[in-house]
Each structure stands twice: as structure tokens, then as C-alpha cells.
């Protein structure tokens, strides 16, 4: 059974910095392709950052990219997202997930991955 598990959310100043971990179980990264979705009230959710499975190639959306940092330990099973310079526009709810489908690119719609966690919270306050 694929599980996700997200932590490292919390309440951070304009400016500042956190750092998000997801916590894998039932699958190995060399198996499956993982992801960062964050959705904010009303809004669609968003993909940020992606990393395929064949390769480990990683690609970000034009929002976050030089912002955000995703990577992984392969040894622990987890993967993290390190976001830097944060605004209050990056409040929302963050998502880890995970999908075996894409062996020959890199998934980045919320539809291409089939397991995700619970989210945690993201607060970037002015």
C-alpha cells in the first residue's frame, strides 16, 4: 500500500524560508514518479515541482522555479521541497504525491498522480 505522509508546514514571514518533507512508503522512487502540488482556497490545484522516475530529472513550474528546491533521499524514502524567499502569495495547502504510469517523462498535473497525502499548511504571512 502506497502511503504519503507531508510535514514541515507551519507559519513563516514574507522573505523567509521552510522546508516541506513528504514520507514515502510502499514504493521506491526508481519505481514511481513524485511531485509538489500546493492549493490555495478557491483556487485550482497547482503543480510546483516534479521529479521523474526513470532518471530522477526534475522540473518546476515557472512559479517557484529558483525559489523552490525539490530532491530526495532515496536511503529514507522521503522527499523534500525547500522554499526559499517566500511570499504571502505561496499560502495554501501543500500536497506530496506519487504515481507509477510515467517511466519516459516527467508528470505535472495534478490527474497524473493517483496517491497523495493529507497536506499540511503553508502560511506566509506580510
Known amino acids: 500500500e502506497v502511503n504519503l505522509a507531508e510535514s514541515g508546514g507551519g507559519l513563516q514571514q514574507t522573505g523567509g524560508s521552510l522546508r516541506l518533507s513528504c514520507a514515502a512508503s510502499?514504493?521506491?522512487?526508481?519505481?514511481?514518479?513524485i511531485g509538489w502540488f500546493r492549493q490555495a482556497p478557491g483556487k485550482e490545484r497547482e503543480g510546483l515541482s516534479f521529479?521523474?522516475?526513470?532518471?530522477?530529472?526534475?522540473a518546476y513550474a515557472n512559479s517557484v522555479k529558483g525559489r523552490f528546491t525539490m530532491s530526495s533521499d532515496n536511503r529514507k524514502n522521503i522527499f523534500y521541497l525547500q522554499m526559499n524567499s517566500l511570499k504571502p502569495e505561496d499560502t495554501a495547502v501543500y500536497y506530496c504525491?506519487?504515481?507509477?504510469?510515467?517511466?519516459?517523462?516527467?508528470?505535472?498535473?495534478?490527474?497524473?498522480?493517483?496517491?497523495w497525502g493529507q497536506g499540511t499548511q503553508v502560511t506566509v504571512s506580510s
Open positions: 504525491a506519487a504515481d507509477p504510469r510515467w517511466s519516459t517523462v516527467v508528470p505535472r498535473t495534478p490527474a497524473s498522480f493517483g496517491s
Open positions: 510502499g514504493f521506491t522512487f526508481d519505481d514511481y514518479a
Open positions: 521529479m521523474g522516475s526513470s532518471d530522477g530529472e526534475i
